[in-house]
Structures are given as structure tokens and as C-alpha cells.
């Protein structure tokens, strides 16, 4: 039954498209979740600033990410489901994580959209915005399955 469940996650998980929402950017604009979408692969991550192993991914895969942009071309979309109460706690975290790009889901829309219960959940879109793979939860050292699912979209 595990087994079942698993495969068919996976296969609901490749054949979802990147859905049409409107969240806050770094500079506090309303924009599309699609405007993410430029042909480039990317690593999408959910996030609060209550959630250590949220940070701890993020962190992880910052300190990579400048030797992973050797290898591969991507980029990474952070997006935390802060509400309005802490998200400027949120936006002074992100001034740490130059080069992601940073959305506020203060409404929980795009968490929603995405079938998001727990943080972190981290995902892999391709170029197109098909996610290609999902996972919730963070081991050390996983930051490096990310890298190599990304690999694999070159």
C-alpha cells in the first residue's frame, strides 16, 4: 500500500504544472508565481522562520551554491509562508541568501496551490515549470540530491 501511495505521488508530483498565484516579491510587488518561469531549472523551497530544518536546507544549499552554478545553470526561488504578523522577520533572513530569488506567500495561496502541509518542502521545476520532483522534510546532507535532480535538467 506504502509502495502505491509513494508511486503515485510521484507520478501526481511530474505531471504538475507550476500554478498561476500572486505573491509578494523582495521589493514588496504583487507578481505571478509564472513570472519565475524563464527556462532556467530551479530549486523551489517552502519556508518559515519558525522551522530550523527550513533555515538549515536554505543555508546548506547557499553555501554550494556558487560551486554548484559552475556545473549546472539554475537558481534557487526561496519562498516563505510567513503570515504579515513575521514576514518582515522573514525579509531580514533572506538579505543572507544573495542570489535567490525571495517570495512572501503571507496568504498561504501558493502554499496551498502546491499541496503544501509541512515545511520544508522543496521542489524541482524545470525550465517549462513541470515539477519534476518533491520532497518534504530535510536530512543533511540532501541538499546534494537536489543538486543531482538539477544536474539531470541540462
Keep these: 500500500m506504502f509502495l502505491m501511495l509513494a508511486v503515485m505521488v510521484g507520478v501526481s508530483a511530474s505531471a504538475q504544472q507550476l500554478p498561476d498565484v ?3 516579491n523582495q521589493e514588496g510587488k504583487i507578481v505571478s508565481t509564472k513570472s519565475v518561469v ?11 522562520t519558525t522551522c530550523k530544518p527550513c533555515i538549515m536546507e536554505l543555508n546548506a544549499i547557499y553555501s554550494n551554491l556558487d560551486e554548484w552554478l559552475e556545473e549546472a545553470d539554475f537558481k534557487v526561488v526561496a519562498v ?3 503570515d504579515a504578523r513575521s514576514v518582515s522577520r522573514a525579509r ?3 538579505a543572507n541568501w544573495d542570489g535567490y530569488t525571495c517570495l512572501f506567500d503571507k496568504n498561504q495561496d501558493f502554499k496551498r496551490a502546491m499541496n503544501v502541509s509541512l515545511t520544508p518542502h522543496t521542489f524541482i521545476v ?6 519534476v520532483y518533491s520532497h518534504s522534510g530535510y536530512t543533511p546532507g540532501s541538499e546534494q540530491e537536489l543538486f ?7
Design 22 to 24: 500572486k505573491i509578494e
Design 38 to 48: 524563464d527556462g532556467t531549472p530551479m530549486i523551489i523551497s517552502f519556508w518559515s
Design 80 to 82: 516563505s509562508v510567513d
Design 92 to 94: 531580514g533572513m533572506v
Design 126 to 131: 524545470d525550465g517549462k515549470g513541470n515539477v
Design 148 to 154: 543531482e535532480k538539477i544536474k539531470k535538467l541540462q
